[in-house]
């Protein structure tokens, strides 16, 4: 049996006896009223009685590869860690997009921005666009590593179902379906077309030893930004490392995918999205 299954077996078993109660949650005034405290509490049991519950569903529904990537800890406090990533999540930055997950044809975010040349980062190109919340988050990391010396440079972002297509059939051209299949997401399958992923820099493997790719990989999670393919998982994400591709998911969204899924971006969207969608 794995480890969270045991984990979930014993909080349910926990909660529906109340041998694991860690204190009171309630305030000093509700617990000088019996009545009041006795119904509130039925109340908490069930809840989460109830999320334990769908947490085993939820668990159930998902590969083993994902599965195993989730790592040991108390079921209670992942789901209280998982209500305040939804909580935060106000700008729904958290949409699984992948081979098995596609986005519509019109889908086009409607916040979506045109990125201008300004002081906080360098454009390669003068055709690119952001959704607004995530640009703003993309300055607050860009100015962090000025101040260190070093200018991040935006060579890819929003790319609309019909860009993607065209640069997929290309791919598939020059490359071998099975190559550009490493390379390059078919259309409705991209990050991009969500306006909330970046491609920095040059675009190649040798940008991951470069002073902006180094510091990306060591700073972009403490400004909310995670690395979508990360080296030695392309049987989990269906692409091969790519150092240059970031997401942006907020902060709170990147710290619980460091606590729980073993800092693997595909393991967490593949969560929450089964969290969504099971009953």
């Not at 952001?130 to 200018?151: C, I």
């Not at 065209?166 to 306006?195: F, I």
């Amino acid at each position: 049996m794995n480890k969270l299954m045991c984990i979930i077996l014993v909080a349910v078993f926990c909660v529906s006896s109340g041998a694991c109660q860690r204190g009171k949650p309630i305030t000093e005034k509700n617990a000088s009223q019996d009545v009041n405290r006795g119904t509130y509490e039925g109340q908490v049991k069930e809840q989460m009685t109830s999320e334990i519950e769908k947490l085993q569903r939820v668990f159930d529904s998902l590969s083993q590869r994902t599965r195993d990537g989730i790592v040991n800890g108390d079921a209670q406090e992942f789901l209280a860690d998982l209500q305040q990533v939804l909580a935060a999540d106000t700008d729904d930055l958290l949409t699984l997009v992948d081979k098995k997950h596609y986005l519509a044809a019109d889908f086009v975010p409607a916040d979506i921005v045109a990125l201008r040349p300004n002081d906080f980062y360098l454009l390669n190109r003068n055709d690119l666009s952001l959704r607004q919340p995530v640009e703003q988050a993309l300055r607050k990391m860009a100015l962090a590593a000025k101040n260190e010396g070093l200018n991040l440079v935006v060579s890819s972002t929003y790319r609309s179902y019909d860009y993607q297509k065209n640069l997929y059939e290309r791919n598939v051209r020059q490359l071998g379906k099975a190559v550009a299949d490493r390379e390059s997401a078919p259309p409705g399958a991209s990050q991009h077309q969500l306006g909330v992923a970046v491609d920095f820099g040059s675009i190649t493997d040798e940008f991951a030893q470069t002073k902006q790719g180094r510091w990306l990989a060591e700073n972009a999670g403490d400004y909310g930004w995670s690395l979508s393919f990360p080296d030695g998982y392309e049987d989990v994400t269906g692409y091969r490392w790519e150092c240059w591709h970031f997401r942006y998911l907020g902060i709170p969204a990147v710290e619980f995918q460091r606590k729980w899924f073993s800092d693997v971006q595909q393991f967490m969207l593949e969560f929450i999205h089964a969290w969504k969608t099971v009953q």
